[in-house]
């Protein structure tokens, strides 16, 4: 069984940085996307960033230019740098790693870690 260990989270100023990392144990196959969701209090959850095994990203339109997914494949992780936060920021962050649904064929798998908080205030 895959399980997903996050750390990094904090508390930071407004401008600020903020490095999430999180570990993957179990069997994982290179088929997963890696990534990152948040949920803010009161909100849905939201794609932040992700990447494929083959080092292809993407991120969500919010984060654009502040945020850097980066995976390590040998390791099995895949950490987050965050700069310039903003309030908005504010959310638990989750790991995530999934295949893809294809229709008639599979149904998407998720795998989730426990979460970690990012509070960007001042």
């Known amino acids: 069984q895959v399980q997903l260990v996050e750390s990094g989270g904090g508390l930071v100023r407004p401008g600020g940085s903020l490095r999430l990392s999180c570990v993957a144990s179990?069997?994982?196959?290179?088929?997963?996307?890696m990534g990152w969701y948040r949920q803010a209090f009161g909100k849905q959850r939201e794609l932040v960033a992700s990447?494929?095994?083959?080092?292809?990203?993407n991120y969500g339109n919010s984060v654009k230019g502040r945020f850097t997914i980066t995976r390590d494949n040998a390791n099995n992780t895949v950490s987050l740098q965050m700069n310039s936060l903003k309030s908005e920021d504010t959310a638990k962050y989750y790991c995530?790693?999934?295949?893809?649904?294809?229709?008639?064929?599979?149904?998407?798998?998720?795998?989730w870690g426990q979460g970690t908080r990012v509070t960007v205030s001042s």
């Open positions: 179990g069997s994982l196959s290179s088929d997963y996307i």
């Open positions: 990447a494929t095994f083959d080092g292809t990203t």
């Open positions: 995530n790693a999934h295949d893809l649904d294809v229709r008639g064929v599979k149904v998407r798998t998720d795998f």
